[in-house]
């Protein structure tokens, strides 16, 4: 049976936009090089397992497989692209299956796609880019299950958490604020259906490998978790508000807050009120945990879907609608100025006189982001070769009779990553950072160790003696990367292997 000119025409809308958005990423993804986590994802991934102290498996085996591939970054970042474009269309299409015409969808696609903190999102491959995608299937298959009484929707909405808790874990705040917004309204009779049980036996068998793993280990996740929020900047609740509204495009706020609000006054829509109740307890959640601004932004997707299908009717005047297109029009304003900081369309250099000619840059997240000139998204990006040359240059000063005896230990995941992929003639790297410190020394029983840290004296009560061999420096890395000595410890005393544990870094 085919669809009629109607239907047909908002689902094409919604196709449309995810192509669009789509070929737009991946336009762009390979311009700037390998990110921090992209690298460590590929030597995660490298040694396959279950799971890691940081992550569930997924992106770093799906990491280490593309880069196989030899496609560099562009290859890497294929999925996030196919995931920016899908989240593009599946809004659109969420705001259809509310009911939305041809505008409500146009306008929801539109809102999804150029919203910078979900441009920024995928801009690289990492375990956040897969959020919104995931978390806004979940939410409009149990609102088609509730609709349609439709139980195979709920064994889908399962499979689909399932393996997003093998990709990331943050979506079981999204399932806990789901159920217990179901529970605060009528719709808590879909709690009953033997359907929503099958899918929830089915995410957890999908997701149990992952944490199977993080229980044998201890749950390190946990200890993890615990000490990024501590290194997380302290923002106000007020700064923290506005900063969300920024991110999300102020010219398109109403949609969002229409899509807390609607469910509240506007019958129709009504049976949707637990995805605002949901979308409060999240952010109580990460309010609480001291987390992220764009920890929320799998929230947003479902209030645009909401929030479009609520303010259609309102425009149906003349004046109304030129008020609507003034607004749409001031959105893509604003999400063309933000672009530039959330994707890579401009050089390096160009990329520092656009921030100090329009004082556009993101809010500092982390206490250790001051001081870097790029926003860190791309930062992150930037330096590694240059870290790599100098490393390796400071290795060549050892006398190679030494080099077998010698292991290079540096502070943080993304220095090790970079040294193991782009290093030519260097031993496996260690540090004590989050994965690598299971790892442990990796075979290796070394007398001396050539080391990278903030600085010498520190070093020194651990070696018989040192020597300065060089120092890290790139223009456009992250600042705390810069001006690092590389420093050989001659004689580890006590040995690297007893001092192991108090090199411990989960964070």
Not at 9 to 38: K, N, Q, S
Not at 299 to 306: K, Q, R, T, V
Not at 343 to 361: A, D, F, K, M
Not at 450 to 475: A, E, I, N
Request: aromatic share 10%; charged share 15%; glycine share 8%.
């Amino acid at each position: 049976m085919q669809r009629s000119a109607n239907e047909a025409t908002p689902a094409r809308v919604a196709l449309i936009g995810g192509i669009v958005t789509f070929a737009f990423h991946a336009l762009l993804a390979g311009r700037y090089d390998l990110f921090r986590d992209e690298l460590y994802f590929i030597v995660c991934g490298q040694h396959p397992s279950f799971g890691y102290v940081d992550q569930p498996p997924l992106v770093p085996l799906a990491a280490a497989a593309l880069y196989k591939l030899g496609l560099g970054a562009w290859g890497l970042r294929l999925p996030v692209a196919a995931a920016a474009g899908a989240l593009a269309w599946l809004t659109g299409t969420f705001a259809r299956k509310l009911g939305g015409g041809t505008i409500a969808v146009a306008v929801a696609t539109l809102a999804t796609a150029i919203a910078p903190m979900l441009m920024g999102l995928t801009a690289t491959l990492n375990t956040s880019a897969f959020d919104p995608l995931c978390w806004t299937a979940v939410a409009l298959l149990v609102v088609y299950a509730l609709r349609k009484d439709n139980d195979r929707a709920l064994i889908w909405a399962g499979a689909i958490t399932g393996i997003t808790l093998e990709i990331k874990y943050a979506i079981l705040f999204w399932i806990v604020g789901l159920v217990l917004g179901l529970l605060l309204t009528p719709q808590r009779r879909i709690l009953l259906r033997p359907a929503l049980w099958i899918g929830a036996a089915l995410a957890a068998a999908i997701a149990a490998p992952s944490f199977v793993w993080q229980m044998l280990h201890g749950f390190p996740f946990l200890e993890l978790g615990e000490a990024a929020g501590g290194k997380n900047a302290a923002i106000p609740l007020g700064s923290f508000l506005t900063n969300q509204v920024m991110v999300m495009n102020p010219a398109f706020a109403p949609l969002w807050i229409a899509g807390l609000v609607a469910p509240f006054i506007v019958k129709p829509l009504k049976d949707l009120r637990f995805i605002p109740i949901a979308c409060l307890i999240v952010f109580a959640i990460v309010r609480i945990g001291h987390g992220k601004d764009y920890y929320l932004s799998p929230l947003y997707p479902s209030l645009f879907a909401i929030g479009t299908v609520a303010l259609a009717g309102l425009v149906r005047a003349r004046l109304a609608r030129i008020v609507a297109g003034i607004a749409v029009a001031g959105g893509v304003a604003v999400s063309a100025a933000a672009a530039p900081i959330a994707l890579p369309i401009l050089s390096p250099s160009q990329l520092v006189h656009y921030i100090e000619r329009t004082g556009i840059s993101p809010q500092k997240q982390e206490r250790s982001f001051k001081g870097t000139v790029l926003p860190q998204t791309f930062a992150d990006q930037l330096g590694w070769h240059d870290f790599t040359r100098q490393v390796e240059a400071a290795w060549a000063k050892i006398p190679t009779d030494e080099r077998a005896r010698t292991a290079i230990k540096v502070d943080n995941y993304g220095e090790a990553a970079a040294l193991d992929i782009y290093g030519k003639g260097l031993p496996p790297v260690l540090s004590g950072h989050n994965q690598y410190y299971l790892w442990g020394l990796r075979g290796q029983d070394p007398v001396n160790v050539m080391v990278v840290q903030f600085d010498l004296p520190s070093l020194r009560p651990h070696c018989r003696s040192t020597k300065l061999l060089g120092k890290t420096y790139s223009r456009f890395a992250m600042a705390y990367e810069n001006d690092k000595v590389i420093a050989l410890c001659i004689g580890v005393k006590p040995s690297l292997q007893q001092l192991w544990p108090t090199t411990k870094h989960f964070g």
